[in-house]
């Protein structure tokens, strides 16, 4: 039996030349002897080819949000396993335009590459379209206190979304007016329709109540008789009163 070993020590595996000596076992030694001792052979490993010729994103068309990871990827290649693609940016949660790049990870003293990974690319997850939900947003009556706001949310992907409610022109949501609200995702992962709501706040109605005496003609002016209205905080307010007929 020939023992065969590296002259080196190097493992067998990686591309390159490789120097083997070939030596007799301990137990043919006795009788036989090899023609110059040691005899040493070179071996050579060839790189193996990765072809990225046909390789491509396989991203067609937006994805539309799903509350999932959404992932973009090259395709058109395989792959020895001890080689892999890294990714920056291929795989998104949220809506939004985002740029994915890839690079191969090889050892370049073990492979030839033919051609190259596709260059970076834009790819798109669009927000859902979604109904806007209000609550609270009916008509209304003047009162003495600022109401609240209405609120409002959306069924989303994954159940509820409360939306942020502001007043598209600020002020006391108190006085007799039309108010207009509107309704946004701070998420961005939503689009929204009926994201308005116009609410009035209505004037309140009082009754009149007159104070006077009986009057007698004296040939002069009368003081005019005195009216007044209650508001709704129990305030009696006196009424400008005129002759009309």
Do not use: C
Not at 26 to 45: P, Q, W
Not at 72 to 90: E, R
Not at 96 to 123: F, H, I, K, R
Request: aromatic share 12%; no cysteine.
């Amino acid at each position: 039996e020939i023992n065969v070993v590296e002259a080196d020590g190097k493992v067998f595996k990686d591309a390159g030349v490789y120097t083997f000596e070939a030596s007799l076992t301990d137990d043919l030694t006795t009788n036989y002897v090899l023609g110059n001792n040691i005899i040493s052979e070179n071996i050579s490993i060839s790189k193996a080819s990765i072809n990225l010729t046909s390789s491509k994103w396989n991203y067609t068309n937006a994805f539309t949000y799903t509350g999932l990871a959404q992932t973009v990827a090259v395709t058109g290649v395989t792959l020895p396993s001890d080689v892999k693609i890294d990714y920056q940016n291929n795989s998104k949660v949220n809506a939004g335009t985002y740029q994915a790049s890839a690079e191969l990870n090889y050892e370049s003293n073990n492979y030839d590459v033919v051609g190259s990974l596709p260059a970076d690319l834009t790819w798109t997850i669009n927000p859902k379209a979604a109904t806007v939900i209000w609550t609270d947003a009916d008509d209304r009556d003047f009162k003495a206190e600022a109401y609240d706001y209405p609120t409002a949310y959306i069924n989303g992907v994954s159940g509820r979304v409360d939306l942020t409610v502001s007043m598209t022109n600020e002020r006391a949501f108190r006085n007799a007016d039309d108010y207009v609200f509107a309704a946004t995702d701070e998420s961005n992962n939503y689009v929204l329709s009926n994201a308005e709501t116009v609410i009035a706040i209505k004037k309140v109605s009082l009754n009149v109540n007159y104070e006077y005496d009986t009057y007698t003609y004296t040939g002069e002016a009368l003081e005019h008789p005195k009216a007044y209205v209650t508001d709704l905080l129990n305030n009696k307010i006196e009424l400008l009163t005129s002759v009309i007929d």
